[in-house]
Each structure stands twice: as C-alpha cells, then as structure tokens.
C-alpha cells in the first residue's frame, strides 16, 4: 500500500442487526427489517452493553454511533483516538430527548437537556465515549449526510491534517422525524419497493454506520490489513426543489461522475451500484435517469439495500458503505427486495441476490433533499495489494 486512503474498520447498527456479523447472515437470507426498521435493542439494552450508566441521559443517535464506531475501531485495532478526527452525521441529534420531556423543558424543568438536542451534542457523546478525538466535526445535510462526513474526513486526510479519521451518521426514529416525511405523503405502510412498478414510497429506518479512514502509508506503517480503497467522490448540488429530486437526475449524475473522474475510472469499471433507491416514485425515476445517461445502455447491477434497513436518513450513507464492504469481501450483491415489475423509466434492479462474484469497484450513492447528492467510489482491497 504506497499512496491513497483506506478503510481499515467499519461498524454497522440496523434493523436487520447489531455488527457486521449479523448484518451479512441477513443480507445473504434475504431478510428485512420492515416496515418497522427499527433497531431490536432498547436505549437501556444499549447502555448495558457499552457500560454507560442507567441512570444517565443519552440521545439515542449517539448510543447507536457509539456501538458501530466501538465495532469500527476494534477492527481497525485503535485503542486510542487522541490523534484521529470523528466526522459523524445526523439530522435528528437528540430529538428523541425533547420529545421525551418537552413539555415539562416547556415548563422550565431540565433545562440541561436542551444541549442534548442539537446535532453536534450526538457527535460530542459519541466522541466522549471513547476519550476524545483530535477534532470532531457533525455534518448535516439530511440524507448525504453521512456520505458527506466520508467526504470531509478522506479531505483531512488528503490535506495531511490526520492521518486517520473515523467518518459515518448516526440516527434514530423519532415523532418528529416521522411525521415530518408522513407529511411529504411518501411513506409506504408495506415494506417498501425500491425501482418496482408499485412503489409507493419509502419506510423509514433507524441505525449507525462508521468506518475507519487511513492513509495508506499510516495503515501499512501499522500492519493492518485493508478492507478497501476509498477511491474516488463527488458532491453536488442541483438545487432543484427543497425535497424533491431533479427530474434529469443531474445532481445524481454529476456527483458520479466526479467520483469516477477522481479515481480515474471508466464507466465500463464500475462492477456494482448501492443505489440511494428510496422507492419513492421521484427518486427512483430520477436517479435511473442518471445512472442511464452515465452508462448508457450497460448499467451494472443495481440494489437499493433500504429494502432491508429502511431509509437511514443521515446514516445512511455510513450503513450502505459498510455494506458494500462485505459485498466486496464476500463476493455477492445485495438483492433489491420486493422487486417485481418493470416500471418505466426505471432500471431494472437485482431482485435476486447474486453470489460468487468479484465487485472490483462499487459506487454508493446517497441524495439529499435540496439536491444535495453525493457518490461513493470504493475500491477492492485486493486488486491493489
């Protein structure tokens, strides 16, 4: 390993499992955590499992962050922090506090609670948990948000701020959240349908994605072995609409190019697609658009893994890098459930789990409301050994 940045940890928390363990056995059986997508453990399960006490108020983003960065930095073999950054993405911080305890905070009660709301606050507690990091830094930018804090970290590495940065989101449901995208008219009480015919809107998720980012001096310099090359990325903005996707898809389309072009890459490279697919009739048209007009007639296999987790929101960038992860180690692509009918002017997904196949590069695409779209280019760890 000479130059570039590599991923030598990653943690993921979900609805379909706690750790990549339980991850991969329910990606490989085809088994979904909807429509609830709901992580199966308790603030207080949580708590006694990382030793963080009862009686203590904690955010629920930030003990979902805390178990996917402990899981990230115990493969990466970082016992300490002091010398790393922590980028971390949310949108909902501690909302799920305010909710809990608004009206008496209304009444003047628990006033120190009100620092828990912010989306920064999550990132501190997180931070906090493991000692300190060297910098903290909380993006938000709704559902980019963790693609984003990928971004930014492999930027202080580039820049030669750090050496080793520790980047994802982290959310939980709320009230608030909900109703807010129950409002928008675009969630689906049935398990949702990512590119299919009948697709009737997307199923909100819950859950934490970090990995850890090197450079690849630091990584060889400490004998740890690569999960993969963060190869290339691209963010941009087409401003379109405030939550709806451009109907020519050209943030979505810009944003992979620039990760192609940064890593040097030919369309034709490109083995898989983790597409954003929230299984909402605008984006998904939308984001076929643009993989169409980038690779013409020979789109690679596409899945949208929110037909298992649910949409993540701000985490979910962070979650679907790490599954393309142990797509590339274990040799398959995720299946696109709940696929069924051709719809027009959507590509076809991968209904069907494919196994026993070498993913040599990936794309992981996360788009946000206000067009904020970005790409994830990710590199097989072997083809650079």
Same mark, same amino acid.
């Given at each position: 390993m000479a130059g570039g940045i590599v991923i030598t940890g990653a943690g993921i928390v979900s609805a379909i499992g706690v750790g990549k363990d339980e991850t991969l056995r329910s990606l490989l059986a085809r088994r979904s955590g909807l429509p609830g997508g709901k992580v199966g453990l308790s603030d207080l399960q949580m708590k006694t499992i990382l030793g963080i006490p009862v009686e203590e108020t904690v955010a629920r983003s930030s003990l979902l962050g805390i178990l996917a960065v402990k899981e990230a930095l115990q493969e990466a073999g970082i016992a300490d922090t002091g010398a790393a950054a922590l980028v971390s993405g949310t949108t909902v911080g501690g909302m799920d506090i305010t909710e809990e305890h608004y009206l008496e905070m209304l009444e003047g009660s628990h006033p120190e609670l009100f620092r828990l709301h912010s989306c920064g606050s999550s990132t501190d507690r997180i931070a906090a948990y493991f000692g300190g990091f060297g910098s903290l830094t909380t993006t938000s930018t709704a559902c980019s948000s963790a693609a984003n804090s990928i971004i930014f970290g492999a930027n202080l590495i580039r820049s030669g701020r750090f050496a080793v940065v520790v980047a994802g989101g982290s959310e939980c449901l709320t009230r608030y959240h909900t109703a807010g995208f129950d409002s928008l008219m675009i969630l689906d009480k049935e398990p949702c349908r990512p590119f299919d015919a009948s697709r009737a809107g997307l199923n909100l998720g819950e859950g934490a994605g970090f990995i850890v980012l090197e450079s690849a001096a630091h990584a060889s310099s400490r004998g740890v072995k690569a999960l993969?090359?963060?190869?290339?990325?691209?963010? %941009?903005?087409?401003?379109?609409?405030? $939550?709806?996707?451009?109907?020519?898809? @050209?943030? %979505?389309?810009?944003?992979?190019?620039?990760?192609?072009?940064?890593?040097?890459? /030919?369309?034709?490279?490109?083995?898989?697609?983790?597409?954003?697919? $929230?299984?909402?009739? !605008? !984006?998904?048209?939308? @984001?076929?658009?643009?993989? *169409? /007009?980038?690779?013409?007639?020979?789109?690679?296999?596409?899945?949208?893994?929110? +037909?298992? *987790?649910?949409?993540?929101?701000?985490? +979910?960038?962070?979650?679907? *890098?790490?599954?393309?992860?142990?797509?590339?180690?274990?040799?398959?692509?995720?299946?696109?459930?709940?696929?069924?009918?051709?719809?027009?002017?959507?590509?076809?997904?991968?209904?069907?789990? /494919?196994?026993?196949?070498?993913?040599?590069?990936?794309?992981? !695409?996360?788009?946000?409301?206000?067009?904020?779209?970005?790409?994830?280019?990710?590199?097989?760890? /072997?083809?650079?050994?």
């Amino acid at each position: 390993m000479a130059g570039g940045i590599v991923i030598t940890g990653a943690g993921i928390v979900s609805a379909i499992g706690v750790g990549k363990d339980e991850t991969l056995r329910s990606l490989l059986a085809r088994r979904s955590g909807l429509p609830g997508g709901k992580v199966g453990l308790s603030d207080l399960q949580m708590k006694t499992i990382l030793g963080i006490p009862v009686e203590e108020t904690v955010a629920r983003s930030s003990l979902l962050g805390i178990l996917a960065v402990k899981e990230a930095l115990q493969e990466a073999g970082i016992a300490d922090t002091g010398a790393a950054a922590l980028v971390s993405g949310t949108t909902v911080g501690g909302m799920d506090i305010t909710e809990e305890h608004y009206l008496e905070m209304l009444e003047g009660s628990h006033p120190e609670l009100f620092r828990l709301h912010s989306c920064g606050s999550s990132t501190d507690r997180i931070a906090a948990y493991f000692g300190g990091f060297g910098s903290l830094t909380t993006t938000s930018t709704a559902c980019s948000s963790a693609a984003n804090s990928i971004i930014f970290g492999a930027n202080l590495i580039r820049s030669g701020r750090f050496a080793v940065v520790v980047a994802g989101g982290s959310e939980c449901l709320t009230r608030y959240h909900t109703a807010g995208f129950d409002s928008l008219m675009i969630l689906d009480k049935e398990p949702c349908r990512p590119f299919d015919a009948s697709r009737a809107g997307l199923n909100l998720g819950e859950g934490a994605g970090f990995i850890v980012l090197e450079s690849a001096a630091h990584a060889s310099s400490r004998g740890v072995k690569a999960l993969g090359w963060l190869n290339g990325w691209g963010n %941009a903005c087409d401003a379109f609409h405030q $939550t709806a996707s451009s109907p020519d898809g @050209e943030g %979505a389309f810009l944003a992979m190019t620039k990760a192609l072009g940064m890593a040097g890459l /030919r369309p034709e490279d490109i083995d898989y697609i983790n597409a954003h697919g $929230t299984g909402t009739v !605008n !984006n998904d048209e939308s @984001e076929s658009k643009a993989m *169409t /007009r980038l690779f013409g007639g020979c789109v690679p296999p596409v899945s949208s893994t929110k +037909s298992f *987790t649910g949409h993540t929101t701000s985490a +979910s960038g962070g979650i679907e *890098t790490v599954i393309c992860l142990l797509a590339m180690e274990y040799g398959f692509i995720p299946a696109n459930l709940g696929w069924k009918e051709p719809s027009e002017g959507c590509i076809k997904p991968e209904a069907e789990s /494919r196994s026993k196949v070498f993913l040599q590069h990936v794309l992981c !695409n996360s788009f946000a409301f206000g067009g904020n779209d970005s790409s994830l280019l990710i590199s097989n760890a /072997r083809d650079y050994e």
